[in-house]
């Protein structure tokens, strides 16, 4: 089984910056894709930014020039560096971490980030 630890989320003012965190624990084997989704007013949870095992990302066009994502694979974990913030990236961010030989993903519990006007 595998957990995702989330960290880094709270409230911040337009403009500014917050960055979240994850990290993989338990049966992390074979880790492929991890990344970050958010389900703001919509009900639907919407890619925000995912990283692969060699490195190469992909972002929402929402967030490009705006959010940076990272990961640090010797402890499997993937960090999202959010800048330039507005009250539309409000939302629950949920980290995600595809594992094993059928890259399963998995999702953490979500970490709330609001930004006010």
Do not use: H
Not at 34 to 51: D, H, I, N, S
Not at 59 to 73: C, E, L, M, P
Not at 82 to 103: H, I, K, N, Q, W
Request: proline letters at 3%.
């Amino acid at each position: 089984q595998v957990q995702l630890v989330e960290s880094g989320g709270g409230l911040v003012q337009a403009g500014g910056s917050l960055t979240l965190s994850c990290a993989a624990t338990g049966n992390v084997f074979r880790l492929s894709d991890m990344g970050w989704y958010r389900q703001g007013a919509e009900p639907q949870r919407e890619l925000v930014a995912m990283t692969q095992s060699d490195g190469s990302t992909t972002y929402a066009d929402a967030v490009k020039g705006r959010f940076t994502i990272s990961r640090d694979n010797a402890k499997n974990a993937v960090r999202l560096q959010m800048g330039s913030l507005t009250p539309e990236d409000t939302g629950v961010y949920y980290c995600v971490a595809d594992v094993g030989r059928f890259s399963t993903r998995n999702w953490g519990p979500g970490t709330q980030v609001t930004v006010s006007s």
